[in-house]
């Protein structure tokens, strides 16, 4: 495979077409019991839901910045690949203040105040389900997102050489992020097809790549677990022979 010259939105697309039914991110939660297993289909629907959410009602346009601040966490998936497919540059953990629009957690609602432009909020419960009561000044991304289209088309290009990604201080293309999310699975062995277990933060590019962008560029899946160190070891053990894991990294 060449990634050089794609976008994650480009790899997704062609995971799609290509088997959308096998898994690409299984998600645990190890604070709250939550499993739940998503396909790629169920993944790409979720982020043509995104994006034209994020294109549509939020006016996001190509080369904007929103900035993160959402921890390791399926959804936090489909945002990224959302930025990528309408070329929203996705800060993660960047300063709200600085940003176009700001995606927030239910943990840092007042960090995520100092953005002027839209604000989103995601309560993170299982399900996708939404706050009890919406965050003042946020729109609740769960009651927002049902109602989008299942398809989306981005109102302009979006190349692989734009600006897609920024992750400790980093700038980083959409073909950079592809290519060097391919060279790190090839560097730790991961073959075509591999499934890894990454307890790492999104907060730094190796989690980012062990927890997303690995699995798209080696047509491969990832579990990706929230809260591990709340897991003994021996259940650790026990998930990685029942999810046929190839590689952990936490």
């Not at 799609?16 to 019991?33: E, M, N, Q, V, W």
């Not at 080369?63 to 998936?77: E, F, I, K, N, S």
Request: proline share 6%; aromatic share 6%; glycine share 12%.
């Amino acid at each position: 495979m060449n990634a050089n010259d794609r976008t994650p939105a480009d790899l997704l697309r062609s995971a799609l077409a290509s088997d959308p039914g096998r898994p690409l991110i299984t998600f645990y939660d190890d604070a709250t019991g939550e499993r739940v297993e998503l396909s790629v289909a169920t993944i790409a629907n979720w982020v043509a839901k995104t994006a034209n959410l994020l294109q549509g009602d939020l006016n996001a346009e190509p080369g904007d910045r929103l900035v993160l601040l959402l921890p390791a966490h399926w959804q936090t998936a489909v945002w990224l690949l959302a930025c990528s497919s309408v070329g929203v540059v996705a800060d993660v953990g960047g300063d709200p203040a600085a940003a176009d629009l700001v995606v927030s957690g239910p943990d840092s609602l007042d960090a995520a105040r100092a953005c002027s432009g839209e604000r989103v909020a995601l309560a993170l419960r299982p399900l996708g389900g939404r706050f009890p009561a919406p965050p003042a000044g946020f729109a609740d991304y769960a009651v927002e997102v049902p109602g989008q289209g299942d398809r989306f088309a981005p109102y302009a290009p979006v190349g692989p050489g734009d600006a897609a990604l920024v992750v400790g201080g980093e700038e980083l293309t959409g073909a950079q992020v592809s290519e060097r999310a391919y060279q790190d699975a090839r560097r730790l062995g991961v073959g075509t097809g591999g499934r890894v277990l990454s307890g790492l933060s999104y907060g730094t590019w190796e989690g980012l790549s062990a927890g997303l962008y690995g699995a798209l560029a080696m047509d491969g899946s990832v579990v990706l677990c929230r809260h591990l160190g709340q897991l003994a070891e021996e259940g650790l053990e026990k998930r990685v022979g029942d999810e046929r894991v190839d590689l952990t990294l936490r």
